[in-house]
């Protein structure tokens, strides 16, 4: 069974700092990636999908890259901004009935 | 606006008490899922449909129900069978074409607190 592990659990940093969150999954035989943003109460936003054949995707100053060989992803913030903090998912396309896989996430506080 | 709407945003309900949580889309996705997110915890799926009137329990079902009488609507129901129903629940949607699913979007979430 396909399990997603996120570490840190929670990371604070000072503005401006580039910063690496992680996420690990069991299977190599992962389908999609996903990266989502949660704020406080409120729902998921995506902010990268990484299809299986892919090796990263950028927006912005975002970047998620997917190493299915050695099952990890990584999710790259450039010049964080308080803006920024908020609660930081990875889910795998991998449940049997098409759901996620999600990770617990990192909670992340940009300082001013 | 396409999107995912879920209603309402706080919900209360009384021991033995059975509530619904509305859940609607108009991206004219074909699967719909519910999950549960817990303090501390990734979310996880109580329910799934690919099709109209056709549905399917995911990891944590015991306690919930759900129809799906209209491709745009996933209602979840958590009945009082449910002993610790207090938690952020949250509603997808994907298109499902030629047997692969796609991007899950999500709604904005209820929050269901027992009194």
């Known amino acids: 069974k396909q399990e997603v592990t996120q570490i840190p659990a929670a990371l604070s940093v000072p503005e401006g700092e580039n910063l690496v969150l992680n996420c690990s999954f069991t299977d190599s035989a992962i389908y999609n990636l996903q990266w989502f943003r949660q704020d406080p109460g409120k729902g998921l936003t995506s902010l990268l999908l990484i299809q299986s054949s892919q090796r990263e995707q950028t927006s912005g100053r975002l970047n998620a890259s997917l190493d299915k060989s050695s099952g990890r992803s990584t999710l790259y913030i450039a010049a964080s901004q308080p803006g920024d903090s908020a609660t930081y998912l990875c889910a795998d396309y991998g449940g049997s009935q098409g759901n996620l896989i999600f990770g617990k996430g990192t909670k992340l506080s940009v300082k001013p | 606006d396409g999107g995912i709407t879920q209603s309402p945003k706080y919900l209360f309900r009384k021991e033995g008490q059975n509530v619904t949580l509305s859940c609607e889309q108009n991206l004219n996705h074909d699967a719909m899922y519910w999950y549960r997110q817990d303090p501390g915890q990734g979310l996880r799926l109580i329910y799934y449909s690919q099709i109209v009137n056709d549905f399917q329990k995911g990891d944590i079902a015991e306690g919930y129900s759900v129809s799906r009488e209209k491709k745009e609507s996933f209602p979840l129901t958590v009945t009082s069978a449910q002993k610790n129903p207090t938690a952020f629940y949250l509603c997808?949607?994907?298109?499902?074409?030629?047997?692969?699913?796609?991007?899950?979007?999500f709604g904005p979430g209820t929050r269901l607190t027992v009194l």
């Open positions: 997808a949607s994907s298109s499902y074409y030629l047997r692969s699913y796609n991007e899950q979007f």
